[in-house]
């Protein structure tokens, strides 16, 4: 038994057994994270937004995504859209980085303006609480590999996810952000 313990959190994290139960939150506005300066953020000041939100990373093949990030957070921030970035070290250790330096890096290499948290776990059973619950919502699974995008519409309930290999300017991504942002107005 003891050795199978050892296992569900490797399990879990690949996606081939589930991490546990869904969290019981009414929606992503219950969510509270802390920002790079270590001030919660709760996600409830963004309610009857649209939420991008995206585990990044500094130093993984997909960080030149920034840049697209950006440019989308610049485009649609006064439709209601919101974009998120979450550092994660959960594959590869392609964001070893401190706080200080994340937020050096965003804003010096792609002049970064959109909300970047805390790092935390996106995966098995250590995933942070907006994690588990984004992951376990209907249509979406295990985050696989950094830059996985997770699309919150304004009920704060509705999510769907798109893979590392999505762009920020995505036909699909765009139009289901669209979308989003035409429901409910």
């Known amino acids: 038994m003891r050795l199978f313990s050892y296992f569900i959190p ?12 869904a969290p019981a939150l009414a929606s992503v506005w219950d ?35 920034y840049a697209g990030l950006e440019k989308l ?7 209601g859209l919101v974009l998120i970035g ?3 070290n959960d ?12 937020k050096t890096f965003c804003t010096r290499t792609y002049g970064v303006t959109f909300p970047i948290l805390e790092k935390v776990k996106v995966g098995g059973a250590d995933a942070t609480l907006l994690y588990r619950w984004l992951t376990t919502r209907p249509g979406c699974g295990v985050v696989k ?8 519409e304004r009920d704060g309930t509705t999510v769907r996810q798109f ?12 139009k289901a952000i669209d979308e989003a942002l035409e429901k409910s107005k």
């Open 145 to 152: 590999w950094n830059f996985t995008k997770f699309l919150v």
């Open 10 to 21: 490797i399990l879990a994290a690949t996606g081939l057994i589930s991490a546990g139960e």
């Open 73 to 79: 957070h610049q485009s649609h921030q006064a439709k």
């Open 86 to 88: 979450v550092p994660s």
């Open 31 to 65: 969510v509270t994270l802390n920002d790079l300066d270590g001030k919660p953020h709760p996600l409830a000041q963004h309610k009857g937004k649209v939420l991008l939100i995206v585990n990044v990373a500094s130093k993984c093949g997909f960080t030149k995504q």
């Open 91 to 102: 594959f590869g250790g392609q964001e070893p980085g401190t706080a200080e330096e994340i």
């Open 163 to 174: 893979g590392s290999s999505t762009k920020p300017d995505d036909a699909a991504l765009l």
